[in-house]
């Protein structure tokens, strides 16, 4: 079975300072991959997703990932988060077969603080 | 185009009762996946509906089961509520299940 590991649960940036959140994960075949936000209160947001192709990937609100297989991870990264960006973000697996979606796998999350 | 809707928004139960949620999805979108996201275990995938079929579950129990209508909206169902299943139940709907699933704002639960 598929696993993700979000190593941190919390991390505390600096307004203006770079980011990297980790995501790491377990699964037998090409992944997909998936980097979702969720505010207090929301549903998630999707920022960014690799299914196949170049290994950075750029997606919403200036974030950009990178696959690096033999690592088995997807990190996020920021180079300068806004206050806006405080939020708990997820990174995801999906698993497809016949056709058909098992749905995706989660991690338990990354709580982000920006500080002034 | 609009998003994925959910109603309702919050809702508060009694242990033993029973539960119906629904989900429109993204207008063209014939995929729809259920999830629960609760403090301790996260979020966890309840199953999948595609074209009025449920194509994939998760390890849930039978109280919980879905239906999925010919227009695409889907429909979950807790029956024998459980203080355990208070949590935020986020639907997202997709184009065909395996690809980019979008999530709407969910339906809080809560069982006394």
């Known amino acids: 079975a598929q696993s993700v590991t979000q190593p941190d649960i919390h991390i505390t940036v600096s307004e203006g300072a770079s980011l990297e959140l980790r995501c790491n994960y377990s699964y037998g075949a090409t992944p997909y991959l998936f980097w979702y936000v969720q505010s207090p209160g929301q549903g998630l947001q999707l920022l960014l997703k690799?299914?196949?192709?170049?290994?950075l990937v750029q997606g919403i609100k200036g974030f950009e990932a990178e696959f690096k297989r033999s690592q088995s991870s997807f990190n996020l990264r920021k180079p300068s988060v806004h206050w806006s960006d405080a939020a708990e973000y997820f990174c995801a697996v999906g698993k497809y077969s016949g056709g058909g979606a098992d749905g995706l796998t989660f991690g338990k999350g990354t709580h982000l603080i920006i500080q002034p | 185009k609009a998003g994925v809707t959910q109603t309702p928004r919050y809702l508060i139960k009694t242990r033993g009762q029973q539960v119906t949620l629904s989900c429109s999805p993204i207008?063209?979108?014939?995929?729809v996946s259920w999830y629960q996201q609760t403090p301790g275990q996260g979020l966890q995938f309840l199953f999948e509906y595609f074209s009025e079929t449920q194509r994939n579950k998760g390890n849930f129990p039978g109280r919980f089961s879905g239906r999925q209508f010919s227009n695409s909206r889907s429909e979950m169902n807790v029956s024998t509520l459980e203080l355990g299943d208070s949590a935020l139940y986020l639907c997202?709907?997709?184009?065909?299940?395996?690809?980019?699933?979008?999530f709407g704002p969910g339906t809080r639960l809560t069982v006394l």
């Open positions: 207008s063209g979108h014939r995929s």
């Open positions: 997202a709907s997709s184009l065909k299940g395996a690809d980019t699933q979008y």
């Open positions: 690799y299914f196949s192709g170049d290994t």
